[in-house]
């Protein structure tokens, strides 16, 4: 029985490598791209990140102005601590309170709007990407293109610097 059993092993194995033989005896073109390397270098990642810039910059200009007015009033208080009432230090002093809390929520909330805003254009980038590698592949006869997880690549087959001057073009 265990005879049987290991022969039927065999027997399938040897099949198995019969079919693959000419798999790998054919001629298979496989490339290498480095997506970190293409989105940091992209044009279109640099036009992003000026558009965030330019969209963003009221809200950071405003979490300045808030910056300003808290130092501002702390420092009018350390001028006229010895010459106000206790009332009018105490006003002051929530004045500064209700600024920093004031200024911590519009900080959360300009992080969190530019955050998302970052990771849909992160993905348009990839998706822009994602098609010009797809139609090198394609136009260039490509069987396989490998990106992260890849201990060695041979520079015969990497095609980062190809892709970018595709997106260069776009």
Known sequence: M?????????SSCTFLFALASPLVAADIKIGFVDPVALIQNAPQSQAALNQLELEFRP????????????????????????IWT??????????????????????????EDYNLRRNEELARIQDII?????????????DLIL??????ISPRINLTERILEELENL
């Open 130 to 142: 994602r098609e010009v590698v797809v139609s090198i592949a394609k136009d260039e006869e490509y």
């Open 2 to 10: 265990k005879k049987a059993i290991l022969v039927s092993i065999i």
């Open 86 to 111: 206790e009332s009018e230090l105490k006003n002051a002093k929530r004045e500064i309170e209700a600024l920093q809390r004031r200024l911590q929520r519009t900080q959360e909330e300009a992080q």
């Open 59 to 82: 809200r950071n200009d405003e979490i300045l102005e808030l910056q300003e007015r808290i130092r501002n009033t702390q420092l009018e208080i350390e001028k006229n601590a010895l």
């Open 147 to 152: 990106e992260t997880g890849v201990v060695y």
